[in-house]
């Protein structure tokens, strides 16, 4: 029989779909197979873009004779971590536990109740280095399974039983203060590296919410500490491999302390995140670099991961085709000094050389060089560095392109639109705020639609089954607030309200804990809570960010009392684990801060209001609007006169408090540490 794989919108369990395995999504149909055939389930997680998932299917669910024995003695169910991250959050959770470490893909052996009792990552084909082949490993689950099912279920029931008594510490003593940040600042300091930029050592990742904090920090205490922390690793990272010297954009991260040597693909939320904290390290500086690095980053994202419907895909593979026609790592990416002298001739290929790095033994595999910009070559020609750029970008779009991760996760592209509509209004590039619009139209008439509650994913402009978890919710509505802020249009102000009401209603439980899915979503082993920020924005850390935005906005008590309940978590995790609980910081900062309401009664994109867009208050928001109608968009807006005969005038207030009002722009600029 046909694997169910190919009605999906998955792009990752659309590449199963020709296996002879024969999987299953995850499904309640998938569990009473299972049942009947009094077989164990085999579960695979992984993403479309994931390496070793591609490995292990190539080496293992393509081979004839392991799929005869898998479709056997199992019932094999395929899942899409970023389609479903609350399945994954929960096996994964057991899988750490079990063995120390986790990772995709993830294999993990079920009873029919979805009870796990056996867990691995990935396993070779062949035994090595200790790791059993993943036939021995099915054979040695199979005999379990049919000669000791009681330990197996005795083992089953344990995980659970401890997955379930594993209470979230959130510590519901009020909000993190001064000593909390100032200890966070400590810690990420002890783990800065000195040498390299960024925190703790190989594999390094880009740490954007992390520098979030640092900057509000900065704009909040004046640490210049934080602020060189937050500027020097930016700066190494842009000089870095990890930065896409000709095409823009950054990969997942580095292999290396250096960040010479990416893991090459280019994940959505990554960039959005990076291309939002260079442009605030630019608000914060006025660094070219950083303006250079949020515009290409943001054109990245434009150019490379738009959708035909005008939302944004989730990734570019790491792999592509090489001259050979082999699908390896970085190919689409990497020069050897002879290829350059093909693209360029001798002169400019040994100046392209010096300029980004590439040596003859390489920096990566077979010879080959990552382009960096290692920053020894002296002055340099400017018109000359652009000419080689142009000309090694055309002659690379000769090459065969690393697949692309075709879905729309809500939450992410909540994400871009706050990047591109902030960069957009800075740079004067209404192009990238209309992108963002585009993004969050789509988010509006597809992923919200008739149901009135966010889907995760859609792909092709058909909305996945998937709910939305509460990082889509909370991102969404970041974007949301961004794109109100920047556009004067309190439409969004309203779509954000509309999706804080259900993160009130569905995803709050007691002392202002955050759960990652709804009260009525689907009931797994354990209902998935995370509060740790690691790739993106925890759930919980983006919903405190937005209804604290959002309370800001509109007065509302009940949206700030649910922000700093959430805040509770931070207060306890910030101080002893910073790295991961950089956004959560960023918020923090914010609530310190007030934040700052800015009420501009004058006309959008005037010198009042995008004075108000740059200052570096923490987490300020920004209204803006003119006219009898201005109030009822912003609340913010009502009763908020223009003075001095009609001038656009600005408000700035905290804690119920306001400035007087102000109709000069450095005076604004002042009162928001511009």
Not at 214 to 232: C, I, K, N, P, V
Not at 371 to 398: C, K, N, S, W
Not at 604 to 610: D, F, I, T, W, Y
């Amino acid at each position: 029989m046909a694997n169910r794989l190919a009605q999906t919108t998955s792009p990752y369990l659309l590449q199963h779909a020709d296996n002879p395995v024969d999987w299953w999504p995850w499904s309640p149909e998938a569990f009473e197979e299972a049942r009947k055939r009094d077989v164990p389930v085999l579960l695979s997680v992984g993403y479309a873009s994931c390496h070793w998932c591609h490995v292990m299917a190539h080496e293992s669910f393509e081979d004839e004779t392991v799929a005869a024995y898998l479709n056997a003695h199992f019932v094999p169910v395929k899942v899409d971590r970023e389609e479903r991250p609350d399945v994954d959050a929960v096996y994964m959770e057991a899988v750490q536990a079990a063995t120390g470490h986790g990772g995709w893909p993830m294999t993990v052996f079920l009873t029919a109740d979805a009870e796990p009792f056996y867990f691995g990552t990935y396993f070779p084909p062949e035994a090595r280095h200790g790791s059993p082949s993943f036939q021995q490993v099915l054979e040695g689950v199979v005999a379990a399974w049919t000669d000791r099912r009681e330990e197996v279920a005795e083992v089953a029931g344990r995980i659970v039983a401890d997955l379930a008594g594993r209470s979230l510490v959130h510590g519901g003593d009020g909000v993190p203060g001064e000593q909390e940040t100032a200890q966070a600042l400590l810690g990420l300091t002890r783990e800065y590296d000195e040498q390299h930029g960024g925190f703790g050592g190989a594999p390094k990742f880009p740490p954007s919410m992390a520098v979030e904090f640092l900057l509000r920090h900065y704009a909040r205490t004046g640490s210049e500490g934080a602020l060189q922390m937050a500027a020097d690793t930016c700066s190494a990272m842009a000089r870095g491999g990890i930065y896409d010297q000709l095409g823009g954009g950054f990969a997942r991260y580095s292999v290396d302390r250096e960040w010479v040597v990416p893991h090459f693909e280019k994940m959505l939320y990554d960039n959005a995140l990076l291309c939002r904290v260079y442009a605030h390290l630019w608000r914060t500086t006025g660094s070219d670099e950083a303006r250079r690095i949020a515009l290409e980053t943001a054109d990245f994202m434009v150019r490379e991961l738009r959708t035909a419907e005008g939302g944004f895909a989730s990734a570019l593979d790491a792999d592509s085709e090489d001259a050979d026609g082999r699908h390896v790592e970085g190919a689409f990416y990497v020069w050897t000094p002879g290829q350059l002298r093909e693209v360029l001739g001798e002169d400019d290929a040994a100046f392209a050389a010096a300029y980004f790095g590439v040596t003859e033994e390489g920096t990566f595999e077979e010879g080959a060089s990552v382009l960096r910009l290692p920053g020894d070559t002296g002055p340099v020609d400017a018109a000359r560095v652009a000419d080689v750029r142009a000309r090694l970008l055309a002659a690379r779009a000769e090459r065969p392109r690393p697949g692309r991760d075709d879905k729309v996760v809500a939450a992410w592209n909540g994400l871009a639109v706050a990047a591109l509509a902030e960069t957009g209004a800075y740079f004067d590039r209404p192009d990238l705020v209309e992108r963002a619009t585009e993004a969050a139209d789509l988010l509006v008439r597809v992923h919200l639609g008739e149901v009135a509650r966010l889907t995760r994913t859609s792909k092709d402009g058909r909305a996945g089954d998937n709910a939305g978890v509460l990082e889509d919710y909370g991102d969404v509505a970041e974007g949301f607030l961004a794109l109100a802020a920047v556009t004067g249009e309190g439409a969004w102000l309203e779509f954000a309200g509309f999706l804080l009401d259900i993160v009130l209603e569905q995803f709050t439980g007691e002392g202002g804990q955050l759960y990652d899915t709804a009260h009525d979503a689907e009931q797994l082993i354990r209902r998935p809570q995370d509060p740790t920020d690691s790739a993106t924005p925890s759930g919980w850390t983006a919903a405190a960010g937005a209804l604290l935005s959002y309370a800001a906005y509109t007065g509302s008590e009940a949206h700030r009392t649910a922000a700093e309940g959430a805040l509770g978590v931070v207060k306890a995790l910030g101080p002893r684990v910073p790295r991961f609980v950089g956004w959560g910081l960023a918020v923090a900062e914010a609530l310190l801060d007030g934040p700052r309401e800015v009420a501009v009664a004058g006309p959008v994109g005037g010198e009042l209001h995008r004075t108000a867009l740059l200052g570096r208050a923490p987490g300020a928001v920004v209204a803006a609007g003119e006219g009898p109608g201005a109030g009822a968009e912003f609340p913010l807006l009502v009763d908020r006169p223009q003075v001095g005969g009609g001038e656009p005038t600005a408000y700035v207030c905290r804690h119920f408090v306001c400035d007087a009002p102000t109709t000069d722009a450095a005076e604004l600029a002042a009162k928001l540490g511009g």
